[in-house]
């Protein structure tokens, strides 16, 4: 006997393997449910077949996602277990996959095999600017020695170490190393004083860092003071 229309649409309806061998099902859009709300076990099929047409969400795409957000390497197996569904042999086809998309497509990264697992990393050649991506990273998190140096040099420069001393009224010389190693700060000259010590002055790169077109721009003393 014949199925009314109201069963027909409870019924899922299986469609022709999809290039990738799998199947995708298409639940009826009344059982639809946020992926977010479902079990591992009960994700639709369709998220799973390697198909990629609109409304689908494929396994190469989830395993992307994963080894995206992941901050360490994962195992074969521990992507198994937060799919929910698959084998580390399948895991595996699908990373050597995703490194061909990659690599037609022309990107700056790739997924590597690191310690027994898996690592979405960058490729070699763009070292150069990561480090300074890098560089950029630590000077902003200056400590609050160096901050405060690098304040006292950039209002009373050129200026010597002594005086820089005598307002922080703690020792500056590994402080002021370490910001001219980070090309904040540069010696500018010697002063006339006896023993003719050396100017110190903040860099181009100081302005950069804190977007400034010059010394000029540097917010006057008074807006620093914290309210009493």
Sequence with gaps: ???NNSEAQNMEQVVPPDSSGGLTFHPAAD???PLDDLPADQIPSDTIAGGESAGEISTERVVEAILFAADEPLTPAKIVSILGTGSAREVRKIIETLNDDYTKAGHAYRVEEIAGGYQMLTLPEYNTWLRRLRQSRQ???????????????????PVVRAEIEAIRGVSVGEVLNRLRELGLVKIVGRAE??????LYGTTKHFLELFGLASLEDLPAIEELQMPK
């Excluded at 004083?193 to 050396?198: A, I, L, S």
């Design 1 to 3: 006997m014949a199925k």
């Design 31 to 33: 059982e639809q449910a």
């Design 139 to 157: 000077e902003s998190k200056l400590s609050p020695a160096a901050m405060e140096t690098l304040a006292v040099v950039a209002y009373k420069q």
């Design 193 to 198: 004083d006896v023993g003719r010590p050396m």
